[in-house]
């Protein structure tokens, strides 16, 4: 998909071929301008794109995705906004996920389904009482998905003014955590951990995470459904990337950038590993904001109050993948697309076993349960995830352990499972799997501080230089990104 640069000199550089980085420069490509998109690995997507061994490929990060239909109560979706826009809307097959998750805690199991009724009966068969509010719940995602999609598509700062006054849940709420408000309305415990079980998709406990941001997660669910993409959810990533070169765009893969060069107090161009140097008045940063901040420019171009702010921001913890391919049956023992396994009902505990390195909570995702052909017949594939706390030490021991520690875990849920690992049959991987580390797996950890207008804003006071992705608002996750790059593209073209 690379193509050969054809000149120095672009309209915008955008710096990291992740999902934000994609849906900015191909509508940028689309909207006329000369846009140069780098990336230093050799294939696009960042967090969705896929690990290849040898004929297989897992979707190892994002594994689901909401927003791409058109006719969800929200209105057509970011990413299906996205892909019609760009004309590709066919390319993709998205896959309804439904249930879309399972949930096994100690003694209990349940489902979450999409829709309100299903997924109010899918609770309630566990819970017969305790969940009586629920629909003021799913009425306030509704509000708050609303409010953060119009917060997010905002075309001018009038419409920015009117947003507290149409959304004032976005106020309200705007410091609550997902505890916070879940106890006011389940006051009962069991009902309360369930209901807030997705908790590990936002990267923190109840307890600490914002309200707003697992509302928004919540409100897509329930409302839109999750989805996969037929092929693998990478295919996404591979559409955009393809339309954005046949907009025009110019795509560099394999280019590590090292330094956002600076003219006169404004980003310019950009210099990558090989010491090629490209120029553009509009630099697109798609990546680590702290690598960036820090390794990519010097610090001091920056005033003194965004850089203390950078350096008060927490990053959200990193991931431990195993992935690996099995010929058991797992539909017919009961698992679906995904389930979570937590060992506790105390999240606090849960939380504590894993700072301590025990695997309290992690997720199995058997992607040929809604795409059977990424596999041969009679085989799945099968990733397993675990968070760790930005506190654990990341090196290739303690990776080996924590690896060969959640095969354990999964084993004791499913004890058969070892002697079904076609990889280990066929010797081709000693440990029977593929380990596969992730730090920062959302950006910056989505607390109340860091989230929606707390998160870093697009424009960065360095004149000339913006932020894309997950390190800028409104947050972490594909819809997430896919609104950021659409609102810098439009800044960019105003
Ligand atoms: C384990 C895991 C599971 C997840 N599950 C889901 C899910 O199911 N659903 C969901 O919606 N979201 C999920 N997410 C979150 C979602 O994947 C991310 O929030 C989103 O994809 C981030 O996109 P991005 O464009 O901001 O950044 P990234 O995907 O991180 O892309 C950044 C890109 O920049 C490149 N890059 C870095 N440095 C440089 C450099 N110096 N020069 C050039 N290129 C560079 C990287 O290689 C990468 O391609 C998950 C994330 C993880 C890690």
């Known amino acids: 998909m690379t193509?050969?640069?054809?000149?120095?000199?672009?309209?915008?550089?955008?710096?990291?071929?992740?999902?934000?980085?994609?849906?900015?420069?191909?509508?940028?490509?689309?909207?006329?301008?000369?846009?140069?998109?780098?990336?230093?690995?050799?294939?696009?997507?960042?967090?969705?794109s896929a690990?290849?061994?040898?004929?297989?490929?897992?979707?190892?990060?994002?594994?689901?995705?909401?927003?791409?239909?058109?006719?969800?109560p929200f209105g057509p979706g970011p990413v299906y906004t996205l892909l019609s826009q760009l004309g590709v809307l066919k390319q993709c097959e998205f896959i309804r996920v439904q249930p879309f998750v399972t949930m096994r805690l100690p003694g209990s199991s349940f489902q979450m389904w999409?829709?309100?009724?299903?997924?109010?009966?899918?609770?309630?068969?566990?819970?017969?009482?305790?969940?009586?509010?629920?629909?003021?719940?799913?009425?306030?995602?509704?509000?708050?998905?609303?409010?953060?999609?119009?917060?997010?598509?905002?075309?001018?700062?009038?419409?920015l003014l009117k947003i507290p006054f149409l959304f004032p849940d976005l106020i309200r709420y705007r410091n609550a955590t997902v505890e916070d408000v879940l106890v006011r309305y389940i006051p009962d415990?069991?009902?309360?951990?369930?209901?807030?079980?997705?908790?590990?998709?936002?990267?923190?406990?109840?307890?600490?995470?914002?309200?707003?941001?697992?509302?928004?997660?919540?409100?897509?669910?329930?409302?839109?459904g999750a989805f996969f993409c037929k092929g693998g959810l990478h295919r996404l990533a591979d559409v955009v990337a393809?339309?954005?070169?046949?907009?025009?765009?110019?795509?560099?893969?394999?280019?590590?950038?090292?330094?956002i060069l600076v003219k006169n107090g404004a980003a310019n161009g950009?210099?990558?590993?090989?010491?090629?140097?490209?120029?553009?008045?509009?630099?697109?940063?798609?990546?680590?904001?702290?690598?960036?901040?820090?390794?990519?420019?010097?610090?001091?171009?920056?005033?003194?109050?965004?850089?203390?702010?950078?350096d008060r921001l927490e990053p959200s913890i990193m991931a431990l993948n195993i992935s690996l391919i099995t010929d058991l049956d797992l539909p017919a023992l009961g698992f679906g697309f995904e389930t979570l396994f937590f060992d506790s009902w105390d999240v606090e505990q849960v939380w504590r076993n894993l700072i301590n390195g025990q695997i309290g909570i992690f997720s199995m995702t058997m992607t040929t349960a809604a795409d059977p052909s990424l596999a041969r017949p009679g085989q799945h594939l099968v990733s397993a995830l675990c968070g760790l706390p930005a506190e654990i030490k990341r090196t290739p021991e303690a990776t080996k352990k924590l690896g060969a520690t959640l095969l354990a875990e999964i084993e004791?849920?499913?004890?058969?499972?070892?002697?079904?690992?076609?990889?280990?049959?066929?010797?081709?991987?000693?440990?029977?799997?593929?380990?596969q580390v992730f730090s920062s797996i959302y950006g910056w950890a989505a607390t109340p501080?860091?989230?929606?207008?707390?998160?870093?804003?697009?424009?960065?006071?360095?004149?000339?230089?913006?932020?894309?992705?997950?390190?800028?608002q409104p947050g972490h996750g594909v819809i997430s990104v896919v609104l950021s790059g659409m609102a810098v593209a439009k800044t960019i073209l105003k």
């Not at 490509?29 to 998109?37: P, S």
């Not at 079980?197 to 509302?215: E, V």
């Not at 954005?244 to 560099?252: C, H, R, T, Y």
């Not at 004890?415 to 380990?435: C, M, Q, R, S, W």
Request: with cysteine.
């Open 3 to 48: 193509k050969k640069e054809s000149s120095d000199n672009f309209d915008v550089i955008v710096i990291g071929a992740g999902v934000g980085g994609l849906t900015a420069a191909s509508l940028l490509a689309k909207a006329g301008k000369k846009v140069l998109l780098v990336e230093k690995e050799p294939k696009p997507g960042g967090f969705v």
């Open 412 to 435: 004791k849920n499913i004890p058969e499972l070892t002697n079904h690992l076609v990889f280990a049959k066929n010797g081709a991987l000693t440990e029977g799997y593929i380990d």
């Open 242 to 259: 393809n339309a954005f070169i046949n907009q025009g765009g110019e795509l560099m893969l394999g280019s590590e950038v090292t330094k």
């Open 114 to 159: 999409s829709g309100r009724h299903a997924f109010m009966e899918g609770l309630k068969k566990e819970f017969p009482t305790g969940l009586e509010n629920l629909p003021h719940l799913f009425d306030l995602f509704s509000r708050i998905y609303r409010g953060v999609i119009s917060f997010s598509t905002a075309s001018n700062p009038w419409g």
């Open 270 to 310: 950009v210099e990558l590993a090989s010491g090629q140097k490209f120029f553009a008045p509009n630099i697109l940063c798609g990546i680590d904001c702290r690598h960036a901040f820090s390794e990519s420019i010097d610090p001091r171009q920056l005033p003194h109050s965004y850089r203390n702010r950078l």
């Open 51 to 72: 690990l290849i061994y040898q004929s297989y490929q897992f979707d190892t990060a994002a594994r689901l995705i909401m927003g791409c239909t058109a006719d969800s």
């Open 449 to 472: 501080q860091q989230i929606g207008i707390h998160r870093l804003g697009q424009r960065t006071p360095l004149k000339g230089l913006y932020l894309v992705g997950h390190w800028t």
């Open 189 to 224: 415990l069991r009902p309360r951990t369930a209901v807030a079980s997705l908790w590990p998709y936002i990267g923190l406990t109840p307890g600490r995470s914002s309200f707003l941001m697992w509302a928004t997660m919540m409100a897509s669910y329930i409302e839109e």
